[in-house]
């Protein structure tokens, strides 16, 4: 197993940039005419908590996480190039995600993905996510499936 590291940073890094237009460009495949839709809620301005995974060098993988509430923060832009899925990467960086979550206070994650990214769904369920009734914008929206995970403090 070659050599993982993540780093925290913000929506400002070279990398996390770089691997979010390419989650974008999967998801305009995968999404088809929702894409437009859903692009509006994943715009990275500002975004304070960020995690770039990198692979012997090589930017490989992304996350972030933005307060949804006071008790709640919202995991965002998961990414693993396709190229280096299938490692654990993206659970690793989702649980980097999540003891940062607690670090600020957050006493659960949520997160929305499609129906049509099924690894996801998969890895979210493995991690010990729970599919929860949509959220917020995603009320009533077909496509989307909504999770949510308590933090152990």
Sequence with gaps: MSDL??????SDHTDFRTLVALLDQDLAIRDGDDHAFY????????IREVIVAYQNGAAVGCGAIKSF???AAEVKRMFVHPDYRKQGIAA???NELESWATEL???VCVLETGKKQPEAIALYQKVGYNITPNYGQYIGVDNSVCMS???NA
């Design 149 to 151: 995970k308590p933090l």
């Design 92 to 94: 690793k960086v989702l």
């Design 39 to 46: 692009a509006q809620f994943n715009k990275v301005d500002a």
């Design 5 to 10: 590291t993540l780093i925290r940073t913000d």
């Design 105 to 107: 206070g957050f006493t």
């Design 69 to 71: 509430s006071a008790a």
